[in-house]
Protein backbone atom coordinates (compact mmCIF):
# COMPACT_ATOMS: atom_id res chain seq x y z
CA UNK A 1 0.00 0.00 0.00
CA UNK A 2 1.44 2.86 -0.82
CA UNK A 3 2.21 5.90 1.37
CA UNK A 4 -0.79 8.65 0.76
CA UNK A 5 0.50 11.82 1.70
CA UNK A 6 -1.07 15.26 2.79
CA UNK A 7 0.17 16.54 -0.82
CA UNK A 8 -0.65 13.95 -2.72
CA UNK A 9 -4.35 14.83 -1.42
CA UNK A 10 -4.09 18.37 -2.27
CA UNK A 11 -2.49 18.11 -5.48
CA UNK A 12 -5.43 15.79 -6.18
CA UNK A 13 -7.95 18.11 -4.83
CA UNK A 14 -7.11 21.42 -7.14
CA UNK A 15 -7.51 18.63 -10.19
CA UNK A 16 -10.77 17.89 -9.81
CA UNK A 17 -12.27 19.97 -6.73
CA UNK A 18 -13.41 16.94 -4.85
CA UNK A 19 -13.34 16.87 -1.13
CA UNK A 20 -10.53 16.20 0.69
CA UNK A 21 -11.77 12.61 2.28
CA UNK A 22 -13.13 11.70 -1.34
CA UNK A 23 -9.50 12.65 -2.49
CA UNK A 24 -7.69 10.52 -0.21
CA UNK A 25 -10.13 7.49 -0.11
CA UNK A 26 -9.39 7.59 -4.44
CA UNK A 27 -5.73 7.62 -3.90
CA UNK A 28 -6.04 4.79 -1.12
CA UNK A 29 -8.55 2.67 -3.63
CA UNK A 30 -5.92 3.44 -6.80
CA UNK A 31 -2.50 2.89 -4.78
CA UNK A 32 -1.54 6.02 -4.96
CA UNK A 33 -1.54 6.13 -8.84
CA UNK A 34 -2.66 10.41 -9.39
CA UNK A 35 -4.39 9.32 -12.94
CA UNK A 36 -6.53 6.54 -12.02
CA UNK A 37 -7.65 8.64 -8.98
CA UNK A 38 -8.95 11.48 -10.91
CA UNK A 39 -10.50 9.27 -13.18
CA UNK A 40 -12.13 7.53 -10.00
CA UNK A 41 -13.06 10.70 -9.16
CA UNK A 42 -14.33 11.87 -12.09
CA UNK A 43 -16.43 8.77 -12.55
CA UNK A 44 -17.96 9.01 -9.55
CA UNK A 45 -18.67 12.55 -9.52
CA UNK A 46 -20.34 11.36 -12.99
CA UNK A 47 -22.78 9.07 -11.15
CA UNK A 48 -23.39 10.89 -8.17
CA UNK A 49 -24.74 13.78 -10.00
CA UNK A 50 -27.84 11.92 -10.95
CA UNK A 51 -28.39 11.41 -7.38
CA UNK A 52 -27.58 15.01 -6.27
CA UNK A 53 -29.76 16.51 -8.87
CA UNK A 54 -33.12 15.45 -7.01
CA UNK A 55 -31.72 17.94 -4.39
CA UNK A 56 -33.45 21.16 -3.16
CA UNK A 57 -31.61 24.06 -5.02
CA UNK A 58 -33.17 27.33 -3.60
CA UNK A 59 -29.96 29.24 -3.54
CA UNK A 60 -27.77 31.02 -6.40
CA UNK A 61 -27.45 33.53 -8.61
CA UNK A 62 -29.08 35.81 -10.92
CA UNK A 63 -26.45 36.43 -13.56
CA UNK A 64 -26.44 39.06 -15.84
CA UNK A 65 -24.91 39.88 -19.08
CA UNK A 66 -24.31 42.71 -21.98
CA UNK A 67 -23.03 41.74 -24.95
CA UNK A 68 -21.94 44.56 -28.06
CA UNK A 69 -22.69 47.53 -26.74
CA UNK A 70 -25.76 47.15 -24.67
CA UNK A 71 -27.70 45.55 -27.96
CA UNK A 72 -27.99 41.94 -26.58
CA UNK A 73 -28.78 41.82 -22.70
CA UNK A 74 -29.22 38.39 -20.63
CA UNK A 75 -30.38 38.04 -17.03
CA UNK A 76 -30.30 34.31 -15.51
CA UNK A 77 -31.20 32.29 -12.98
CA UNK A 78 -28.84 29.73 -11.50
CA UNK A 79 -29.46 28.01 -8.41
CA UNK A 80 -27.58 25.92 -6.18
CA UNK A 81 -27.98 24.51 -2.49
CA UNK A 82 -25.83 26.76 -0.13
CA UNK A 83 -25.17 30.26 0.11
CA UNK A 84 -21.47 28.72 0.14
CA UNK A 85 -21.87 27.74 -3.05
CA UNK A 86 -23.23 30.62 -4.43
CA UNK A 87 -20.96 33.35 -3.00
CA UNK A 88 -17.71 31.30 -5.04
CA UNK A 89 -15.79 33.07 -7.71
CA UNK A 90 -16.28 29.65 -9.25
CA UNK A 91 -20.04 29.79 -9.40
CA UNK A 92 -20.66 32.89 -10.45
CA UNK A 93 -17.96 31.93 -13.67
CA UNK A 94 -20.62 29.27 -14.23
CA UNK A 95 -23.24 31.35 -14.01
CA UNK A 96 -21.86 33.88 -16.17
CA UNK A 97 -20.88 31.26 -18.56
CA UNK A 98 -23.96 30.33 -19.14
CA UNK A 99 -25.54 34.27 -19.49
CA UNK A 100 -22.30 34.69 -22.20
CA UNK A 101 -23.91 31.43 -23.66
CA UNK A 102 -27.64 32.68 -23.94
CA UNK A 103 -26.55 35.44 -25.67
CA UNK A 104 -24.64 34.70 -28.04
CA UNK A 105 -27.45 31.10 -29.07
CA UNK A 106 -30.57 32.74 -28.41
CA UNK A 107 -32.39 29.98 -27.63
CA UNK A 108 -36.39 29.85 -27.07
CA UNK A 109 -37.08 27.40 -24.41
CA UNK A 110 -35.22 26.48 -21.29
CA UNK A 111 -36.08 22.17 -21.77
CA UNK A 112 -37.94 20.50 -24.74
CA UNK A 113 -40.67 20.29 -22.50
CA UNK A 114 -41.42 23.93 -22.75
CA UNK A 115 -42.07 24.22 -26.02
CA UNK A 116 -46.13 24.16 -26.27
CA UNK A 117 -47.96 21.54 -27.88
CA UNK A 118 -49.03 24.00 -30.30
CA UNK A 119 -46.17 24.77 -31.84
CA UNK A 120 -44.43 21.31 -31.52
CA UNK A 121 -47.49 20.10 -33.89
CA UNK A 122 -46.82 23.00 -36.73
CA UNK A 123 -43.19 21.63 -36.82
CA UNK A 124 -43.91 18.34 -37.09
CA UNK A 125 -46.06 18.98 -40.02
CA UNK A 126 -43.96 21.17 -41.48
CA UNK A 127 -40.97 18.47 -41.21
CA UNK A 128 -43.68 15.99 -42.66
CA UNK A 129 -44.17 17.94 -45.34
CA UNK A 130 -40.49 18.45 -46.02
CA UNK A 131 -40.33 14.93 -45.79
CA UNK A 132 -42.70 13.89 -48.27
CA UNK A 133 -41.65 16.14 -50.65
CA UNK A 134 -37.87 14.57 -50.80
CA UNK A 135 -39.56 11.32 -51.88
CA UNK A 136 -39.34 9.48 -49.16
CA UNK A 137 -41.08 6.35 -48.22
CA UNK A 138 -44.15 6.70 -46.07
CA UNK A 139 -42.83 4.20 -43.64
CA UNK A 140 -39.67 5.92 -42.58
CA UNK A 141 -41.04 9.73 -42.40
CA UNK A 142 -42.28 9.25 -39.21
CA UNK A 143 -39.04 8.30 -37.80
CA UNK A 144 -37.20 11.37 -39.81
CA UNK A 145 -39.74 13.89 -38.31
CA UNK A 146 -38.67 12.84 -34.75
CA UNK A 147 -34.80 12.78 -36.06
CA UNK A 148 -35.20 15.96 -36.89
CA UNK A 149 -37.09 17.46 -34.16
CA UNK A 150 -33.94 16.48 -32.09
CA UNK A 151 -31.92 19.07 -33.85
CA UNK A 152 -35.04 21.29 -33.39
CA UNK A 153 -34.71 20.95 -29.71
CA UNK A 154 -30.33 21.19 -30.22
CA UNK A 155 -31.49 24.66 -31.83
CA UNK A 156 -34.39 26.28 -29.61
CA UNK A 157 -33.97 24.54 -26.33
CA UNK A 158 -31.27 25.89 -23.98
CA UNK A 159 -30.48 22.68 -21.90
CA UNK A 160 -30.09 21.23 -25.72
CA UNK A 161 -27.69 23.29 -27.11
CA UNK A 162 -24.08 22.18 -27.62
CA UNK A 163 -22.19 24.95 -25.60
CA UNK A 164 -20.71 27.36 -27.10
CA UNK A 165 -17.01 27.40 -25.61
CA UNK A 166 -16.68 23.64 -25.54
CA UNK A 167 -14.97 21.78 -28.28
CA UNK A 168 -16.65 18.73 -27.97
CA UNK A 169 -20.44 18.20 -28.54
CA UNK A 170 -21.13 18.79 -24.61
CA UNK A 171 -24.38 20.31 -24.41
CA UNK A 172 -25.47 22.65 -21.78
CA UNK A 173 -27.22 19.84 -20.07
CA UNK A 174 -23.44 17.97 -20.21
CA UNK A 175 -22.18 21.17 -18.64
CA UNK A 176 -24.64 21.05 -15.56
CA UNK A 177 -23.99 17.49 -14.41
CA UNK A 178 -20.11 18.22 -14.77
CA UNK A 179 -21.32 21.26 -12.42
CA UNK A 180 -22.96 19.23 -10.05
CA UNK A 181 -19.73 17.30 -9.51
CA UNK A 182 -17.39 20.28 -9.30
CA UNK A 183 -19.17 21.54 -6.73
CA UNK A 184 -20.55 18.61 -4.86
CA UNK A 185 -24.46 19.97 -5.01
CA UNK A 186 -27.43 19.87 -6.97
CA UNK A 187 -27.51 22.77 -9.69
CA UNK A 188 -30.04 24.34 -12.01
CA UNK A 189 -30.60 26.68 -14.12
CA UNK A 190 -34.27 28.35 -13.42
CA UNK A 191 -35.15 30.75 -15.86
CA UNK A 192 -33.84 32.95 -18.02
CA UNK A 193 -34.52 36.23 -19.84
CA UNK A 194 -32.55 37.58 -23.20
CA UNK A 195 -33.30 41.41 -24.52
CA UNK A 196 -32.18 42.20 -27.74
CA UNK A 197 -31.96 46.14 -29.29
CA UNK A 198 -35.39 46.38 -31.48
CA UNK A 199 -36.31 42.98 -30.95
CA UNK A 200 -40.24 42.94 -32.29
CA UNK A 201 -40.57 46.49 -33.50
CA UNK A 202 -41.27 47.48 -37.01
CA UNK A 203 -38.33 49.34 -38.50
CA UNK A 204 -38.88 52.69 -39.88
CA UNK A 205 -38.83 52.96 -43.61
CA UNK A 206 -39.79 56.75 -44.42
CA UNK A 207 -38.56 57.85 -47.98
CA UNK A 208 -35.15 59.79 -47.05
CA UNK A 209 -35.95 62.89 -50.07
CA UNK A 210 -39.22 62.97 -48.20
CA UNK A 211 -38.01 62.83 -45.14
CA UNK A 212 -35.65 66.04 -45.69
CA UNK A 213 -38.58 67.84 -47.20
CA UNK A 214 -40.26 67.59 -44.52
CA UNK A 215 -37.51 69.25 -42.31
CA UNK A 216 -36.99 72.35 -44.77
CA UNK A 217 -40.67 72.71 -44.87
CA UNK A 218 -40.51 72.91 -41.14
CA UNK A 219 -37.59 75.54 -41.12
Do not use: W
Amino acid sequence: MANITASMVKELREQTGSGMMDCKKALQETDGDMDKAVDLLREKGMADSAKKAGRIAAEGVIASYLHMGGRIGVMVEINCETDFVAKTDAFKEFAQNIAMHIAAANPSYLTAEEVPEEELNHEREVLKAQALNENKPEHIVEKMVEGRLKKYYAENCLMQQAYIRSETDETIEDIVKSAIAEFGENIKIRRFTRYEMGEGLEKRSEDFAAEVAAQVNQG
